[in-house]
């Protein structure tokens, strides 16, 4: 499968990927069980989203929690391990990017405005907190308007707001990762804020990497679901890496985020190849292409292929 522009992220994730990643559900019985709990429990949870609207004190510890409690309810365990996360204002946050599932992951960790794939505002549930949390939308397929993400990007930094991307562009399957696009970091660069890198990964019960949550290719987001919520317990691990500061260049940034986010894993493509380009991952974040410094702000369109 070829994506309809060649500078478009692309991951090289298929279903030999989720194979190599899964793990035995159980009995039928207890599946049903457990499945039943787990979606009971989440869809009254989702009554209570606009409640993470209201102006109160302490909001962040409000958003903080509910994303845990989801995390639980879809049956998902975080552990957080790593430096301090600091009380910083205006900080952008940047990760490897597996699946819908990373928009709670981070939550629990360090709440703020997600730049997310345009349509994610549409999306049943997940649409509802994504107006909530004022994310930033951006049009993969456009790569004109990036210097206007960019910009609004910048603009909510200096502002003291915390700001979530997924450098990478697409999904991956989680056994391995994309290379990072240096768009988003001329943000922190612009805006003169701090970058702080989250290395996320998915484990089963018993320690062994997991492709449960992740969501590539062809896959829905109901599909998706539901291979969540019958698994057993799925655990996410959070590390906090140290705080990057802006610097001047952005791809010196995103090289040393990047380093950060991957530690001695160093996993890029892999899984068979499609046609000549492999399966297309999930958009979902940040940078669909690269873009290059412009003034003082913005960014123009250097296309880098995927």
Known sequence: MSTPHSWLPQASCDASCMHAGSAPVGPRPLVWLRTTFRVTAALLLILAVPLLAVPLPGRSHVQRAYCRLMLRCIGVRITVSGGPIRNLRGVLVVSGHVSWVDIFAIGAVMPGSFVARADLIDWPALGALARIMKVIPIERESLRRLPAVVS????RLRNGQTVVAFPEGTTWCGLGYGEFRPAMFQA???????????RL???HRDGSPSTVPAYIGDDTLLASIRRLVTARRT???VRV???????TSRRDLKARCEAAV???AGRRAHGK????SGATGKASGASAATGKASGASAATGEIVAA
Do not use: N
Request: proline fraction near 9%; hydrophobic fraction near 45%.
């Open 152 to 155: 609004a990007v910048a603009a």
């Open 188 to 198: 922190a660069v612009d805006a003169a804020r701090p970058v702080q890198p989250l």
């Open 201 to 203: 990964t998915y484990h």
């Open 235 to 237: 655990v996410v691990h």
């Open 241 to 247: 890496e140290s705080l990057q500061l802006p610097g």
């Open 262 to 264: 991957r530690g001695d």
């Open 273 to 276: 190849a499609s046609g000549a």
